[in-house]
């Protein structure tokens, strides 16, 4: 059987999600995983993060060091993990010191991105950082339809 994903946004679809599971056969032998969760972020909202993380990388000095829009991600995803009082997972180097793991945007959910664009623009705002014309219009944009 082919995969199936009904993106819920009216009681139309809910009714053809609902029919659709009345149909499949309910057997031990041959099971079926049904999964219900908020939509992951899109390339779209991917893409509106980064001319912010650009513009923090040309902008800002972070304890005397400039940093690539990469490093913001991983310090602005660690910003937002810490604000959930949620734990930074860290593992002994192999080659000695501490690792410390980021939090993969792939893996996030629309409200998860909403919360580090707002996070971004929060701490670039706190930093006196000067937002392209490019990453006020993302700002904007996830204010208004992120949530």
Not at 4 to 23: M, P, S, V, Y
Not at 34 to 39: D, H, L, P, S
Not at 82 to 104: C, D, H, L, W, Y
């Amino acid at each position: 059987m082919e995969k199936k994903t009904f993106h819920l946004r009216d009681d139309r679809i809910r009714r053809n999600c609902i029919e659709a599971i009345q149909k499949l056969p309910a057997s031990p032998d041959k099971q079926f995983e049904i999964v219900i969760q908020e939509r992951k972020r899109s390339s779209d909202q991917n893409r509106r993060m980064w001319p912010l993380l650009h513009d923090l990388s040309r902008q800002v000095e972070w304890y005397g060091q400039k940093y690539s829009p990469d490093d913001w991600k991983d310090l602005i995803t660690a910003l937002v993990a810490k604000s959930k009082n949620e734990q930074q997972r860290t593992a002994p180097g192999i080659g000695g010191g501490v690792v410390m793991f980021g939090s993969r945007t792939s893996k996030m959910r629309v409200s998860e991105m909403v919360e580090v664009i707002e996070a971004i623009y929060w701490f670039g705002t706190e930093q006196n950082v000067k937002f392209s014309e490019e990453g006020r219009l993302e700002i904007e944009w996830a204010k208004r339809y992120g949530k």
